[in-house]
């Protein structure tokens, strides 16, 4: 069993920046794709970002290329989700997520393990 944690979400102006941070234990997750997905009240999760268990394959939305950037540490059990030029549309609860079961992935439901999701509000 993975357990993971998120953090770093608040409230924040639009042009802002806030750094997620989604930390695991039980289980190292050197192995595991890790996504991000984000969830905006309605029934829609939708895909932000996922890395590969190496870092070494990188995909995004296209909503958030070139604002958005998803790192990991392995040696600390932990992903990062880093968020620049944040507009209003980006106000969702953010989750992560992770998935050995095959190629780094957008598909939500193909992730095993999530996070509780943390609240990002982007506004003036």
């Known amino acids: 069993q993975v357990q993971l944690v998120e953090s770093g979400g608040g409230l924040v102006q639009p042009g802002g920046s806030l750094r997620l941070s989604c930390a695991a234990s039980?289980?190292?997750?050197?192995?595991?794709?890790m996504g991000w997905f984000r969830q905006a009240p309605g029934p829609e999760r939708e895909f932000v970002a996922a890395?590969?268990?190496?870092?070494?394959?990188?995909l995004y939305a296209d909503s958030v290329k070139g604002r958005f950037t998803i790192s990991r540490d392995n040696a600390k059990n932990t992903v990062y989700l880093q968020m620049n030029s944040l507009k209003p549309e980006d106000t969702a609860v953010y989750y992560c997520a992770a998935d050995n079961s095959g190629p780094l992935t957008t598909i939500w439901h193909n992730y095993v393990y999530w996070g509780q999701g943390t609240q990002v509000t982007v506004s003036s």
């Open positions: 890395i590969s268990w190496s870092g070494g394959y990188i």
């Open positions: 039980g289980r190292s997750i050197s192995s595991y794709g």
